[in-house]
């Protein structure tokens, strides 16, 4: 079983920064990928960036050149740097943990982008 923690959301003016983190604890596979999504009211849940434990990363097409997904496998934590936020992004913003045996959610942190 594996556990995700997210942390750092909050309110932002539109040009602003955040940067969210998610820890993982718990039966870490050394094969993962990790990914942040989020879901705005009324709209489906889509994909934001994600990144392997290989270090290889994709992101959603509306936040390249904005955002920057890194990770610290040693503390089994992943960030999502979010930069030049629009009112667009404001979500709520959830973890997800991949391995082949299996996956795992986190809880949701809410972004909002308003003035």
């Known amino acids: 079983q594996v556990q995700l923690v997210e942390s750092g959301g909050g309110l932002v003016q539109p040009g602003g920064s955040l940067t969210l983190s998610c820890a993982a604890s718990g039966s870490i596979d050394s094969i993962n990928v990790m990914r942040w999504y989020r879901q705005a009211p009324e709209k489906k849940r889509e994909l934001v960036a994600g990144i392997s434990s290989g270090g290889g990363t994709t992101y959603a097409d509306s936040v390249k050149g904005r955002f920057t997904i890194s990770r610290d496998n040693g503390k089994n934590t992943v960030f999502l740097q979010m930069n030049t936020l629009k009112p667009e992004d404001t979500a709520v913003y959830y973890c997800?943990?991949?391995?082949?045996?299996?996956?795992?959610w986190g809880q949701g942190t809410q972004v909002t982008v308003s003035s």
């Open positions: 997800y943990y991949w391995s082949p045996e299996y996956d795992y």
